[in-house]
């Protein structure tokens, strides 16, 4: 039996640890907060995250990365993409000689404009083919449910990508593998900025037609800068493109989408953070580094900096909507 360590117990982690176990895998969850880790080996549930979700009662939870890290073949990293770098800097030294590191942040690093598997190379100084990256539309709470979805597992090295497949491959969860890394991680990193304008657009009064529209032009935005950085453009009309920016930018269970939402009701930043349980939006930190990245590579993104003026530089909702309605028109 493969053991893995799921480093992070949000509603993420802890959906795909659930996944793993139920799989047949040995899975051992590392949790920030001690009382978050009694709770889950005591009570097999995690109340913060996923309230009302029984978890196998295989799963052990620790709040001490190096016991959950022993022996481990695979360590899921389940943290925010902004505090990866800074968790990694503590955990590498645990970090098993031949261990895979799956990556389930979603997100461009601010400041070094690293995608996560970057940092995760930069800091523990592993081969990048034993880093792997996981994306798709995988709203946590679904899954957790065992409602039926599909994701991607992207590795460089093929026989990593298939030794994570079937170990979380279950009845209603359905890992592909794929050897383009950076398609997965702009895509994943991409969407969560695009459901904050739609969830801005929604809030705004805007219906379908509109949001719509900021999903397709959203996927061009997310094409171009894939592409611009060596992915495949497939792999962007896929699960990891299309898929998850479908499920984030329309799904009420979107912290991202559910963000933008309160914005566009005219909210402040700090009550959009209320109403997404104070857990992480990603796209608002990622905007800006994504739009930066975009700036380097001379990619035109209009509804990325949108999304960045609104949530950093204090542009009215109002006004970023009119602004992308206003653009000039073009040939699609």
């Known amino acids: 039996m493969s053991k893995a360590a799921v480093l992070g117990a949000g509603s993420w982690g802890t959906a795909l640890a659930k996944v793993m176990a139920e799989a047949g895998t040995d899975v051992t969850m590392w949790a920030r907060r001690e009382e978050v880790a009694k709770r889950i080996d005591t009570t097999h549930e995690n109340s913060d995250y996923l309230p009302g979700i029984a978890l196998p009662s295989s799963i052990r939870a620790t709040h001490h990365h190096e016991e959950a890290m022993a022996g481990a073949d ?3 990293l389940a943290v925010p993409s902004q505090s990866l770098r800074g968790n990694l800097e503590q955990w590498k030294g645990s970090i098993g000689p ?3 590191l799956l990556s389930l942040a979603k997100g461009i690093e601010t400041g070094t404009l690293m995608r996560m598997s970057q940092v995760i190379v930069s800091v523990t100084g592993v081969e990048p083919g034993r880093v792997a990256v996981l ?3 995988n709203l946590a709470h679904e899954i957790a449910s065992g409602q039926p979805a599909a994701t991607v597992i992207a590795c460089s090295d093929s026989s990593r990508a298939l030794a994570l497949q079937d170990a979380c491959a279950t009845g209603y969860f359905r890992p592909y593998t794929n050897s383009d890394v950076i398609g997965c991680e702009i895509g994943g990193a991409c969407k969560n900025v695009i459901a904050l304008a739609c969830g801005m657009a929604a809030g705004s009064g805007f219906g379908d037609n509109t949001v719509a529209s900021i999903i397709t032009r959203g996927l061009a935005e997310t094409i171009r800068l894939g592409v611009a950085l060596g992915a495949k453009a497939s792999t962007l009309a896929g699960l990891a493109g299309v898929g998850d920016l479908v499920a984030t930018c329309t799904s009420e269970l979107s ?6 939402e309160r ?3 005219g909210g402040s930043m700090e009550s959009a953070q ?3 349980n104070g857990q992480v939006a990603e796209g608002v930190k990622s905007c800006t580094s994504v739009r930066a990245l975009a700036a380097g590579y001379d990619v035109e993104m209009p509804l990325t900096d949108a999304v ?9 909702v109002s006004d970023a ?3 992308l309605l206003g653009r000039r028109t073009k040939p699609e």
């Not at 912290?255 to 933008?260: A, K, P, S, V």
């Open 74 to 76: 695979f360590i899921v």
């Open 98 to 100: 031949d261990a895979t």
């Open 135 to 137: 994306s798709g539309p």
């Open 255 to 260: 912290r991202n989408r559910t963000f933008g």
């Open 263 to 265: 914005l566009g009701r």
């Open 274 to 276: 209320k109403a997404t």
């Open 308 to 316: 960045h003026r609104v949530c950093h530089e204090g542009m009215a």
């Open 321 to 323: 909507i009119g602004q």
